[in-house]
Each structure stands twice: as structure tokens, then as C-alpha cells.
């Protein structure tokens, strides 16, 4: 007769099988690609022309599952010029485009796509080392998406760009092209006080937050 105890034994020395329904990945199967964030240069004052251009390739080529969203993050800052009051919206990275795409797991770009954005007019080159674009790592990312989706509101404008202890430059006026050191951000009346030096003394000016720029 079959001895079934040792039937039973080499049954259990075989691998088991999962439990069923539950996902299996078979050997040598590639990690599935992911959504990373890049950033692409661009011509200055083209910013917005680009980032259309590649939207609209983008749905033409029908590539939205492989390119999401693509953003020229924007600070609205208010200004009072000739007496009146306005809010503009400036770019806080001119020059740049930010550009989500999927990416394999050493964060290459897949081909197709890489043609499809460097094809595209106004493009430059993307920001990266030794020929390879680098993808944006998190706190970058939460940073810029942070500006770039949040409600357009101005009252929280100036402490998300400058902080006591930054180094700026101003932009116009009379102390135009002088460097110093913000001191303290008024959030109410949107202006910052900067430390400049003059005639080898530290002297506090009150600039408005349209008319800095981060040294």
C-alpha cells in the first residue's frame, strides 16, 4: 500500500502557494514606474508660453497618463503704484518650469516622453548632473506645491518666501543693486526691513516685498 505518511511529508517540504486572491509578483518583474517632479529651463518671460505648449502636447499625444501637471509656480504680491493698489502675480522661479513625469526606478525618463518635452519650443535642458536630469526630492517638492496650489491669497505671501537672517538685494529706487539682511517682515503693510550698509554703517530700510530678490 502507498504509504500516505510519506506523501504527506514531501507535500509539506514543497513551497506553499499564497493565499488566494492575494497579488503575486513573478521573479525578475521590473518595480512599476512612478510620478516624479522636474524642472525643465527656460527662456525668462516665456515661462507661461512653455508650460501651454506642453499641456497642449501633452493632450494631443495623449500622454496624460505618463505627464501630469505642469506649473510655473507664482506669488501674488500687492503693489501701490501712481496711488493705486494691485496685486501681480511674479514668478518665483523665472526661468523654470515644473514638470511631473513618470519615471523608471532609477528615475530615468522613458523616451517618448523625454522626446515629447525636449521637442518642445522654448525648452531648454533639464536641471540635473552629468547629462541626466535629477528628480526633485520631497521637501522641494511640499515646498513648491505648497506656493503653486494654495488659495491666492496674499496675507501669508511674505513668510513664504523670506525669513529674518535671509540675504536680498533690492531691486529699484534709491537704494537700488544694494545687499543687506531682512530684520523683520511687516505681513500687514507686505514689507520687509532690510539691513543695507551705508557709509560702513548698518541701516535699516523698509522695501516692499515686490522690490526684493533672494541673493
Known sequence: MPDKRNDAIAMSDTPKAQSEGAPQTPAGDKPAPVMRWYVLRVASNKEEQVRDALT?????????????????????ERRIKGGQS??????????????????????????????????TT????????????????DPEVEKMLAIA??????????????????RV????GSFENFEGEVESIDEQKQ????????FSRSTPVDVEVWN????
Open 56 to 76: 497642449r502636447r501633452i493632450q494631443i499625444e495623449n500622454m496624460t497618463d505618463r505627464v501630469g501637471r505642469v506649473l510655473v509656480p507664482t506669488v501674488p
Open 149 to 166: 496650489e494654495r488659495p491666492d491669497q496674499t496675507q501669508s505671501m511674505v513668510t513664504l518666501q523670506y525669513k529674518k537672517g535671509d
Open 191 to 198: 514689507t520687509i526691513t532690510v539691513l543695507i550698509t551705508i
Open 86 to 119: 494691485r496685486v501681480y502675480n511674479r514668478k518665483l522661479y523665472p526661468g523654470y518650469v515644473f514638470v511631473e513625469m513618470l519615471c523608471e526606478e532609477d528615475g530615468s525618463i522613458q523616451e517618448d516622453v523625454w522626446f515629447l518635452i525636449k521637442e
Open 212 to 215: 526684493l530678490e533672494r541673493v
Open 169 to 172: 538685494k533690492i531691486r529699484e
Open 122 to 137: 522654448g525648452v531648454g535642458d533639464f536641471i540635473g548632473s552629468e547629462g541626466k536630469p535629477s528628480a526633485m526630492n
